[in-house]
Protein backbone atom coordinates (compact mmCIF):
# COMPACT_ATOMS: atom_id res chain seq x y z
CA UNK A 1 0.00 0.00 0.00
CA UNK A 2 1.52 3.65 -0.85
CA UNK A 3 1.78 5.40 2.22
CA UNK A 4 2.61 8.83 1.87
CA UNK A 5 4.90 10.14 4.61
CA UNK A 6 5.18 14.38 4.97
CA UNK A 7 8.08 16.24 5.54
CA UNK A 8 6.86 17.64 8.97
CA UNK A 9 10.18 20.45 8.64
CA UNK A 10 11.59 22.38 6.24
CA UNK A 11 14.25 25.00 6.09
CA UNK A 12 15.82 26.91 3.25
CA UNK A 13 19.73 27.85 2.75
CA UNK A 14 20.87 25.51 5.74
CA UNK A 15 23.32 23.63 3.12
CA UNK A 16 23.53 20.92 1.70
CA UNK A 17 22.75 17.32 4.36
CA UNK A 18 21.54 19.76 7.11
CA UNK A 19 18.37 18.70 9.02
CA UNK A 20 15.18 21.07 8.21
CA UNK A 21 13.91 19.60 5.59
CA UNK A 22 13.92 16.02 6.67
CA UNK A 23 11.73 12.46 7.75
CA UNK A 24 11.81 12.53 11.67
CA UNK A 25 11.93 8.52 13.00
CA UNK A 26 12.56 9.34 16.79
CA UNK A 27 8.78 9.77 17.52
CA UNK A 28 7.82 6.24 15.99
CA UNK A 29 10.99 4.18 17.12
CA UNK A 30 8.89 3.80 20.06
CA UNK A 31 5.62 2.85 18.30
CA UNK A 32 6.99 -0.01 16.26
CA UNK A 33 9.19 2.37 13.86
CA UNK A 34 8.68 3.54 10.19
CA UNK A 35 8.14 1.96 6.88
CA UNK A 36 11.07 1.84 4.99
CA UNK A 37 11.13 5.07 2.27
CA UNK A 38 10.58 3.55 -1.04
CA UNK A 39 9.89 6.77 -3.22
CA UNK A 40 10.14 10.64 -2.94
CA UNK A 41 7.27 13.13 -4.14
CA UNK A 42 8.40 16.84 -4.27
CA UNK A 43 7.40 20.20 -5.20
CA UNK A 44 9.32 23.23 -4.42
CA UNK A 45 10.05 26.59 -5.40
CA UNK A 46 13.70 28.15 -6.33
CA UNK A 47 14.24 30.69 -5.31
CA UNK A 48 17.91 31.67 -7.43
CA UNK A 49 16.11 30.30 -10.47
CA UNK A 50 12.89 31.38 -10.11
CA UNK A 51 11.51 28.44 -11.26
CA UNK A 52 9.37 25.37 -10.04
CA UNK A 53 10.45 21.87 -9.73
CA UNK A 54 8.61 18.42 -9.43
CA UNK A 55 10.22 15.61 -8.32
CA UNK A 56 8.16 11.60 -8.57
CA UNK A 57 11.00 9.15 -8.24
CA UNK A 58 11.22 5.69 -7.07
CA UNK A 59 14.77 5.32 -4.87
CA UNK A 60 16.55 2.43 -6.44
CA UNK A 61 17.44 -0.81 -4.80
CA UNK A 62 20.78 -0.05 -4.08
CA UNK A 63 19.52 2.61 -2.46
CA UNK A 64 17.00 1.44 0.01
CA UNK A 65 19.35 -1.30 0.68
CA UNK A 66 22.08 0.84 1.77
CA UNK A 67 19.68 3.16 3.90
CA UNK A 68 18.41 0.24 5.60
CA UNK A 69 22.02 -1.32 6.75
CA UNK A 70 22.60 2.33 7.85
CA UNK A 71 19.16 2.07 9.90
CA UNK A 72 19.73 -1.31 11.66
CA UNK A 73 23.68 -0.49 12.25
CA UNK A 74 24.62 1.89 14.80
CA UNK A 75 27.66 4.06 14.98
CA UNK A 76 29.78 4.36 18.46
CA UNK A 77 29.47 8.04 19.78
CA UNK A 78 32.28 8.38 22.62
CA UNK A 79 31.07 11.36 24.18
CA UNK A 80 28.34 9.67 25.73
CA UNK A 81 30.20 6.51 24.99
CA UNK A 82 27.31 4.69 23.44
CA UNK A 83 25.73 3.70 20.40
CA UNK A 84 23.89 5.98 18.46
CA UNK A 85 21.31 5.42 15.18
CA UNK A 86 20.25 7.64 12.22
CA UNK A 87 16.92 9.53 13.07
CA UNK A 88 16.52 11.58 9.79
CA UNK A 89 16.20 11.42 6.29
CA UNK A 90 17.37 14.51 5.26
CA UNK A 91 16.10 15.87 1.40
CA UNK A 92 17.66 18.60 -0.31
CA UNK A 93 16.89 20.28 -3.11
CA UNK A 94 19.47 21.76 -5.21
CA UNK A 95 19.24 24.80 -8.04
CA UNK A 96 18.83 22.46 -11.83
CA UNK A 97 16.33 20.26 -9.98
CA UNK A 98 19.38 18.05 -8.18
CA UNK A 99 17.75 16.22 -5.39
CA UNK A 100 20.09 14.82 -2.56
CA UNK A 101 19.38 12.15 0.45
CA UNK A 102 20.90 11.83 3.55
CA UNK A 103 20.40 10.10 6.73
CA UNK A 104 21.64 11.88 9.84
CA UNK A 105 22.11 11.23 13.47
CA UNK A 106 23.94 12.65 16.57
CA UNK A 107 27.07 13.67 15.35
CA UNK A 108 27.29 12.26 12.04
CA UNK A 109 25.62 12.66 8.59
CA UNK A 110 26.15 10.38 5.39
CA UNK A 111 24.55 10.92 2.00
CA UNK A 112 22.75 8.16 0.63
CA UNK A 113 21.79 9.47 -2.58
CA UNK A 114 22.85 11.80 -4.95
CA UNK A 115 21.31 11.02 -8.65
CA UNK A 116 17.85 12.08 -7.78
CA UNK A 117 17.02 14.67 -11.05
CA UNK A 118 13.55 16.43 -10.57
CA UNK A 119 11.78 18.60 -13.48
CA UNK A 120 10.93 21.75 -14.35
CA UNK A 121 6.92 22.38 -14.13
CA UNK A 122 5.02 25.85 -15.13
CA UNK A 123 2.57 26.92 -12.52
CA UNK A 124 1.11 29.92 -11.18
CA UNK A 125 2.44 31.07 -7.84
CA UNK A 126 -1.46 31.24 -6.14
CA UNK A 127 -1.97 27.38 -7.23
CA UNK A 128 1.37 26.74 -5.90
CA UNK A 129 1.13 28.78 -2.35
CA UNK A 130 -1.56 31.10 -2.07
CA UNK A 131 -0.63 33.10 1.01
CA UNK A 132 2.90 33.58 -1.21
CA UNK A 133 0.75 34.70 -4.28
CA UNK A 134 -1.30 37.41 -1.69
CA UNK A 135 1.33 38.93 -0.33
CA UNK A 136 3.55 39.22 -3.32
CA UNK A 137 1.19 39.34 -5.97
CA UNK A 138 3.99 38.01 -8.64
CA UNK A 139 6.80 35.26 -8.92
CA UNK A 140 9.49 37.56 -9.61
CA UNK A 141 8.52 39.79 -6.07
CA UNK A 142 8.30 36.57 -4.02
CA UNK A 143 11.65 35.23 -5.18
CA UNK A 144 13.27 38.62 -5.40
CA UNK A 145 11.83 39.65 -1.79
CA UNK A 146 12.45 35.70 0.18
CA UNK A 147 16.26 35.85 -1.10
CA UNK A 148 17.14 38.74 0.63
CA UNK A 149 16.37 37.01 3.35
CA UNK A 150 19.84 36.06 3.11
CA UNK A 151 22.37 38.82 3.49
CA UNK A 152 24.47 38.68 -0.19
CA UNK A 153 22.60 35.91 -1.47
CA UNK A 154 21.12 38.59 -4.30
CA UNK A 155 24.61 40.17 -4.98
CA UNK A 156 26.16 36.83 -5.36
CA UNK A 157 23.42 35.80 -7.54
CA UNK A 158 23.80 38.70 -10.07
CA UNK A 159 27.28 38.34 -9.78
CA UNK A 160 28.11 34.74 -10.63
CA UNK A 161 24.51 33.35 -12.05
CA UNK A 162 23.83 29.76 -10.59
CA UNK A 163 26.50 27.81 -10.72
CA UNK A 164 25.13 24.78 -11.93
CA UNK A 165 27.35 22.53 -12.49
CA UNK A 166 29.40 23.12 -8.29
CA UNK A 167 27.22 20.54 -6.94
CA UNK A 168 29.01 17.69 -9.70
CA UNK A 169 32.29 18.92 -7.85
CA UNK A 170 30.56 18.63 -4.59
CA UNK A 171 29.92 14.89 -5.06
CA UNK A 172 33.16 13.46 -5.89
CA UNK A 173 34.88 10.64 -3.76
CA UNK A 174 38.55 10.54 -3.86
CA UNK A 175 40.21 7.43 -1.59
CA UNK A 176 42.06 9.24 1.20
CA UNK A 177 42.15 8.83 4.97
CA UNK A 178 43.82 11.68 7.60
CA UNK A 179 47.05 11.89 9.22
CA UNK A 180 47.87 14.25 11.94
CA UNK A 181 51.75 14.95 12.99
CA UNK A 182 53.34 16.35 15.73
CA UNK A 183 56.71 18.15 15.41
CA UNK A 184 56.41 17.91 19.47
CA UNK A 185 56.36 14.04 20.25
CA UNK A 186 55.01 14.47 23.74
CA UNK A 187 51.67 15.61 22.14
CA UNK A 188 48.71 13.71 22.01
CA UNK A 189 45.87 14.30 20.40
CA UNK A 190 42.86 14.35 21.37
CA UNK A 191 39.72 11.29 20.04
CA UNK A 192 37.35 13.92 19.10
CA UNK A 193 38.15 14.97 15.65
CA UNK A 194 35.40 16.63 13.70
CA UNK A 195 35.09 16.58 9.75
CA UNK A 196 32.68 18.13 7.24
CA UNK A 197 32.99 17.29 3.35
CA UNK A 198 31.29 19.48 0.68
CA UNK A 199 28.63 16.58 -0.14
CA UNK A 200 27.31 17.47 3.11
CA UNK A 201 28.78 14.56 4.94
CA UNK A 202 29.91 15.13 8.45
CA UNK A 203 31.29 12.96 11.20
CA UNK A 204 33.14 12.25 14.15
CA UNK A 205 36.62 10.56 13.49
CA UNK A 206 36.25 7.85 16.57
CA UNK A 207 32.47 6.82 15.18
CA UNK A 208 33.64 3.30 14.44
CA UNK A 209 32.66 3.91 10.82
CA UNK A 210 35.70 3.16 8.09
CA UNK A 211 37.03 6.08 6.19
CA UNK A 212 38.76 5.84 3.21
CA UNK A 213 36.46 7.28 0.70
CA UNK A 214 35.20 10.39 0.99
CA UNK A 215 34.94 14.01 -0.90
CA UNK A 216 36.54 17.11 -0.42
CA UNK A 217 37.40 17.98 3.28
CA UNK A 218 35.95 21.60 3.60
CA UNK A 219 35.99 22.03 7.84
CA UNK A 220 38.48 19.91 10.49
CA UNK A 221 38.15 20.50 14.12
CA UNK A 222 40.67 19.06 16.82
CA UNK A 223 41.96 19.27 20.19
CA UNK A 224 45.57 17.91 21.04
CA UNK A 225 47.03 18.41 24.76
CA UNK A 226 50.84 19.09 25.43
CA UNK A 227 51.62 18.45 29.30
CA UNK A 228 49.28 20.51 30.99
CA UNK A 229 47.74 22.38 28.10
CA UNK A 230 44.78 21.56 26.03
CA UNK A 231 44.96 23.20 22.46
CA UNK A 232 41.95 23.37 19.82
CA UNK A 233 42.53 24.08 16.45
CA UNK A 234 39.21 25.11 14.05
CA UNK A 235 40.44 25.09 10.27
CA UNK A 236 38.24 26.49 7.09
CA UNK A 237 39.32 24.87 3.65
CA UNK A 238 39.25 27.41 0.74
CA UNK A 239 36.18 26.21 -1.70
CA UNK A 240 37.86 26.73 -4.61
CA UNK A 241 41.20 26.02 -3.60
CA UNK A 242 39.86 21.87 -2.31
CA UNK A 243 37.57 21.69 -5.85
CA UNK A 244 40.87 22.63 -7.62
CA UNK A 245 43.66 20.80 -5.48
CA UNK A 246 41.40 17.50 -5.17
CA UNK A 247 40.78 16.26 -8.68
CA UNK A 248 44.70 17.10 -9.69
CA UNK A 249 45.91 15.58 -7.01
CA UNK A 250 44.01 12.49 -7.48
CA UNK A 251 43.50 12.53 -11.02
CA UNK A 252 40.11 12.73 -12.82
CA UNK A 253 38.95 9.42 -12.09
CA UNK A 254 40.10 9.46 -8.29
CA UNK A 255 41.77 6.09 -8.74
CA UNK A 256 44.43 7.18 -6.49
CA UNK A 257 45.06 6.82 -3.08
CA UNK A 258 46.16 9.75 -0.75
CA UNK A 259 46.35 11.14 2.96
CA UNK A 260 45.50 14.26 3.78
CA UNK A 261 47.91 15.35 6.02
CA UNK A 262 48.03 18.19 8.83
CA UNK A 263 51.31 18.74 10.29
CA UNK A 264 51.12 21.04 13.54
CA UNK A 265 54.54 22.94 15.03
CA UNK A 266 56.14 22.33 18.09
CA UNK A 267 55.00 26.43 19.09
CA UNK A 268 51.21 25.06 17.80
CA UNK A 269 50.11 28.23 16.09
CA UNK A 270 52.01 26.51 12.73
CA UNK A 271 50.33 24.37 10.40
CA UNK A 272 51.31 22.68 7.51
CA UNK A 273 48.66 21.01 5.68
CA UNK A 274 48.48 19.48 2.24
CA UNK A 275 47.63 16.11 0.25
CA UNK A 276 50.02 13.47 -0.61
CA UNK A 277 48.88 10.97 -3.29
CA UNK A 278 50.65 8.11 -4.54
Not at 39 to 46: E, G, M
Request: charged residues 30%; glycine residues 8%; negative net charge.
Amino acid sequence: KDRRIPVYESSVGGGIGQPGSEVDYVDFNEKGGRDMPTAVHLLWLSYAERKFYQLDAELSENTKERMLKMFRKPYYMSDDNEHCRYFNLVITMLPGGKVWLHLNGIGRTAIVCDTLQAKEVHMELEDFDKDAFYTFKTLDNSCKLLLSDFEGAAENLEKHGVPLGLWDKYKEWYRYTTKIEFENKETKLGTHILYKFTNGDKYWDDDSIPKNIQTSCKYLAMDWQVKDSTYTGYFFFDEDEILRVYPKAFGNEGKLKGELVVQVSKYNNWFDIFLQVG
